[in-house]
């Protein structure tokens, strides 16, 4: 079983920035960290979830929204069982909730945008940007 639980979500006024974080636990995921894709993901009120960023289980491959690209980073530590996003030069329209997500991969270079694709998802932390 994995377990993924994010962090650094809040209020920020427009132009500000956040870093998120997702910590992974589970035995699985800790012996075959490097085999799990991860993504970012985002639901606004009445909205589908969408994809904002998802990173290859090699870290070699990324994969952004193009509402985000150019403002988002995704990143991941394997030696630490950690996936975050720096947010900067943030918009009203980001406003959310941000959820990690985690998929075995069958390969290191693999990126999925598609939620359906996604096995393990965290609670979700809230995002707010004022204007």
């Known amino acids: 079983q994995v377990q993924l639980v994010e962090s650094g979500g809040g209020l920020v006024q427009a132009g500000g920035s956040l870093r998120l974080s997702c910590a992974a636990s589970?035995?699985?995921?800790?012996?075959?960290?490097?085999?799990?894709?991860m993504g970012w993901f985002r639901q606004a009120p009445g909205r589908q979830r969408e994809c904002v960023a998802a990173i290859s289980a090699s870290g070699t491959f990324v994969y952004y929204a193009d509402s985000v690209k150019g403002r988002f980073t995704i990143s991941r530590d394997n030696a630490k069982n950690t996936e975050t996003l720096q947010m900067n030069s943030l918009k009203p329209e980001d406003t959310a909730l941000y959820y990690c997500a985690a998929v075995i991969s069958n390969d290191g270079g693999s990126i999925y945008s598609n939620p359906e694709r996604y096995e393990y998802w965290g609670q979700g932390t809230q995002v707010t940007v004022s204007s």
């Open positions: 589970g035995r699985t995921f800790s012996s075959y960290v490097s085999s799990y894709a």
